[in-house]
């Protein structure tokens, strides 16, 4: 962008430079000279309107382009989540099966310790 900044000033300062020397070196009537100054003048303001056009689509290229490419790496790193949510499920999962085990086990060990300090008193 900064090298279209740089190109309209050119185009700016060019045409005000090409208008002051035309005026001053002129050597035809004032209504020849008002007449250049006039088609001078258009030509620097269609230049200058097709510059700001072609910066503005190239703005709007970009941006389509940065929008794109941001979507895409969104779209990666919400894959990329997902599989780690998947992954830390799993990882879990099996801990909490392993959880059930032991527990399970606990609760059976409890009942024969309470089985066994039932015995009967002769």
Known sequence: MSNS???FLGI???GAIGVTLGLL???DKGVKTRQKVIDEALSAKQKLSD???DLKDKIESEAV???ESLEDQLDAIMANASYKADDLIVGLEK???LLKERNKMFQEETIKS????KAPLS
């Open 5 to 7: 900044g740089s190109t």
């Open 95 to 97: 801990k909490l099966a």
């Open 65 to 67: 382009h940065k929008k």
């Open 51 to 53: 510059t700001a056009n």
């Open 12 to 14: 700016l300062a060019g």
């Open 114 to 117: 309470k089985s066994n300090n």
């Open 25 to 27: 070196f002129a050597p």
